[in-house]
């Protein structure tokens, strides 16, 4: 039911600047340093969709539960949270993280194959969190480990941030009076408010990612995230 309601209305065809720079990065990943593997949260196989869409040879495998070996040469794609292929057999092996009684089973589980997998990736490599809030109590208690284990290294991951917009700001004060409050002011006083307001909360974020080694990439729109990558990646070789 699930699978079902996924793809319902999803074009794994449809063209996204994001998926595919992430695709150009994933070329070659047993010969290139580039990229070590992927970690996704999502169930559904659009990546491994438009990587077997390219007129490229890129060995991938989806690891989704214990003993799922690769090959020296295959790019792992790992689904942390389970794995729903819109177009193959599901059997017991497609075990999805969805709903409360699920997150609290793995959470509890310091030891299970997926959280092993995110305290090695996150204590040995350089990681850019793309579409993550870092909210998620899990992955926060992993990045935490991972930073004690590799002793507080200067070694950082990034994560991308959306700058919050003045209306956004607005929308998130507790009570009317407030925003009537700021609407009071003069247009000066009111734009120099509100700016002081966006980097009080831009400086927290920063410092929240930052305790768990994550620094933030700031961006004013989504659509300036494929640009970047391709400039870490050109930058890369």
Same mark, same amino acid.
């Given at each position: 039911?699930?699978?079902?309601?996924?793809?319902?209305?999803? #074009?794994? *065809?449809?063209?996204?600047?994001?998926?595919?720079?992430?695709? +150009?990065?994933?070329?070659?990943?047993?010969?290139?340093?580039?990229?070590?593997? !992927? !970690?996704?949260?999502?169930?559904?196989?659009?990546?491994?969709?438009?990587?077997? @869409?390219?007129?490229?040879?890129?060995?991938?495998?989806?690891?989704?539960?214990?003993?799922? *070996?690769?090959?020296? #040469?295959?790019?792992? /794609?790992?689904?942390?949270?389970?794995?729903?292929?819109?177009?193959?057999?599901?059997?017991?092996?497609?075990? /999805?993280? =969805?709903?409360?009684?699920?997150?609290?089973?793995?959470?509890?589980?310091?030891?299970?194959?997926? $959280?092993?997998?995110?305290? $090695? @990736?996150?204590?040995?490599?350089?990681? /850019?969190?793309?579409?993550?809030?870092?909210?998620?109590?899990?992955? +926060? +208690?992993?990045?935490?480990?991972?930073?004690?284990? @590799?002793? $507080?290294?200067?070694?950082?991951?990034?994560?991308?941030?959306?700058?919050?917009?003045?209306?956004?700001?607005?929308? %998130?004060?507790?009570? %009317?009076?407030?925003?009537? #409050?700021?609407?009071?002011?003069?247009?000066? &006083? @009111?734009?120099?408010?509100?700016?002081?307001?966006?980097?009080?909360?831009?400086? =927290?974020?920063?410092? *929240?990612?930052?305790?768990?080694?994550?620094?933030?990439?700031?961006?004013? &729109?989504? %659509?300036? /995230?494929?640009?970047?990558?391709?400039?870490? +990646?050109?930058?890369?070789?």
């Amino acid at each position: 039911m699930v699978r079902s309601v996924l793809y319902s209305e999803v #074009d794994k *065809d449809q063209e996204s600047k994001l998926l595919n720079e992430i695709v +150009r990065i994933c070329v070659a990943p047993g010969k290139s340093p580039n990229l070590d593997s !992927i !970690i996704t949260y999502n169930f559904d196989d659009i990546l491994e969709h438009k990587l077997d @869409k390219t007129n490229m040879e890129i060995p991938y495998k989806s690891i989704f539960g214990i003993g799922m *070996d690769i090959k020296n #040469d295959e790019l792992p /794609i790992y689904h942390v949270h389970g794995f729903l292929p819109e177009n193959k057999k599901l059997d017991k092996s497609n075990i /999805i993280t =969805f709903g409360e009684s699920n997150y609290h089973e793995q959470y509890s589980d310091i030891y299970s194959w997926n $959280n092993i997998v995110q305290i $090695n @990736k996150f204590r040995e490599n350089t990681c /850019i969190f793309i579409g993550s809030s870092l909210t998620d109590p899990n992955i +926060r +208690r992993l990045l935490d480990i991972a930073l004690k284990q @590799k002793g $507080n290294s200067k070694e950082h991951h990034y994560i991308f941030k959306k700058k919050i917009k003045p209306e956004y700001l607005l929308e %998130q004060l507790d009570t %009317q009076s407030s925003v009537d #409050d700021i609407n009071s002011l003069n247009n000066k &006083d @009111k734009n120099n408010l509100i700016e002081l307001l966006i980097n009080i909360h831009a400086r =927290f974020e920063e410092n *929240d990612s930052a305790s768990f080694g994550v620094k933030t990439i700031w961006v004013n &729109d989504w %659509q300036e /995230i494929p640009d970047i990558l391709k400039k870490i +990646r050109e930058s890369a070789v």
